[in-house]
Nanobody, 125 residues
């Protein structure tokens, strides 16, 4: 019902900026059933951790991991049959190096949870 495609990863120097995008597409029912989208990240040898999340199609607030608050911004652009979520990353640090995954959850006629394929962000000089 819903597919997620991420883009925007790459190599950046410490202190630099990067923008990730996650485009959700699929059935109108699926898109309108999404109620939250989020970015997670997984560093080498570690688990997958929440970076930021944003409500979609419902009231709510954005949330950030303590490690990124004040440096990252999550934003959305949603329409009837598409949703794009952005992660604007500033003042990047080497410890931000990870594969970043987009996630969408919600309800249609059943519980909906979808993951993107991931995009690698490397912060290094």
């Amino acid at each position: 019902q819903v597919q997620l495609v991420e883009s925007g990863g790459g190599l950046v120097q410490p202190g630099g900026s990067l923008r990730l995008s996650c485009a959700a597409s699929g059935s109108i029912q699926g898109i309108q059933g999404i109620n939250t989208m989020a970015w997670y990240r997984q560093a080498p040898g570690k688990g997958r951790d929440l970076v930021a999340k944003i409500p979609i199609n419902i009231d709510g607030i954005t949330q950030y991991a303590d490690s990124v608050r004040g440096r990252f911004i999550i934003a959305r652009d949603n329409h009837k049959d598409t949703v794009t979520v952005f992660l604007l990353m500033d003042r990047l640090k080497p410890e931000d190096t990870a594969v970043y995954y987009c996630n969408a959850i919600g309800w249609t006629d059943r519980y909906l949870e979808v993951w993107g394929q991931g995009t690698l962000v490397t912060v290094s000089s």
